[in-house]
């Protein structure tokens, strides 16, 4: 781990569903399906993205955002970076630190470096997880809490050395079937007593904990395809959703949530959704 200052006061997160202030986005003006990475590329490999309907989806979300009083910063892309979009895995807010990742894939080493340019340049300091592959979408927050997903991309070395470093919280490894990529394709909290889970990622013992923190919204595996746990809790129970999952949806609004449908299935077709698209800088629960 290397930091490159003193922890800054300009970022703060405790939990995935505490009213969002700040989250990093970019723009998908280069995304394609190169390398496949999950059933969901696997299945539009052949039909690729097309980026102006992307762009045009990205830009609602951002809108939308913005709308809802958060502020959205927006990172330069670059054609290099196919999967930039997915900001949420170069990085992630736990307390007042902003940790960068280390990228497991080599279509995506380089991006973190946009991501320090930004904190550089706004004087927010940050710290390296320089040793073990980790990447934020394996990474689910709640309180003193943090969920680490054991993937092709995230292992147990980097859940053990995130435990080394922050002393005051409790990291627990999650293990889950690898061909759903990160965590949060298959699991996300959303409330202190709420969560979407896929169960079929996970064996049975493994739904059975979660059950007896959570009161567990199971997605079902046509949802999952369209990433039905990748949801976005902006706070004040206020959740980004696809218009498409109608199933999750309805659970949600069931629970008394505020599901704001926004459509980016073209976005979804890369293999990743409002969670993957979204890396929160600051959490407010006031």
């Not at 990085?91 to 930004?118: C, P, S, Y």
């Amino acid at each position: 781990m290397e930091n490159n200052s003193k922890v800054s006061s300009k970022t703060y997160c405790n939990t995935e569903y505490d009213v969002l202030k700040q989250v990093v986005l970019c723009q998908p003006e280069y995304m394609e399906i190169r390398d496949v990475i999950n059933e969901t590329q696997r299945h539009f490999k052949n039909e690729g993205i097309h980026i102006e309907t992307a762009l045009k989806q990205h830009s609602d979300l951002v809108k939308t955002l913005r709308e809802h009083g958060v502020d959205v910063v927006l990172l330069p892309y670059h054609k290099k970076y196919p999967e930039q979009v997915f900001t949420r895995d170069i990085g992630v807010t736990i307390g007042q630190t902003v940790f960068v990742t280390h990228m497991a894939a080599d279509l995506r080493k380089g991006e973190e470096n946009v991501l320090k340019q930004w904190l550089d340049d706004e004087e927010i300091s940050y710290f390296n997880l320089l040793e073990d592959l980790i990447e934020g979408g394996d990474v689910v927050i709640d309180r003193d809490t943090i969920f680490v997903g054991l993937s092709d991309r995230t292992n147990l070395k980097a859940a053990e050395h995130l435990q080394s470093i922050l002393t005051d919280h409790k990291v627990i490894p999650v293990e889950f079937q690898e061909k759903y990529l990160h965590l949060d394709c298959v699991f996300n909290i959303i409330s202190p007593d709420t969560a979407l889970i896929y169960p079929d990622a996970f064996t049975p013992d493994k739904v059975e904990i979660f059950k007896t923190r959570y009161d567990l919204i199971e997605v079902e595996e046509d949802e999952q395809f369209t990433l039905g746990t990748n949801v976005l809790n902006i706070g004040n129970k206020k959740i980004l959703s696809v218009p498409v999952n109608k199933k999750v949806n309805q659970e949600l609004r069931n629970r008394g949530f505020e599901v704001i449908e926004v459509d980016i299935t073209e976005i979804i077709k890369s293999g990743g959704s409002f969670r993957c698209c979204t890396l929160p800088l600051l959490r407010s629960n006031s």
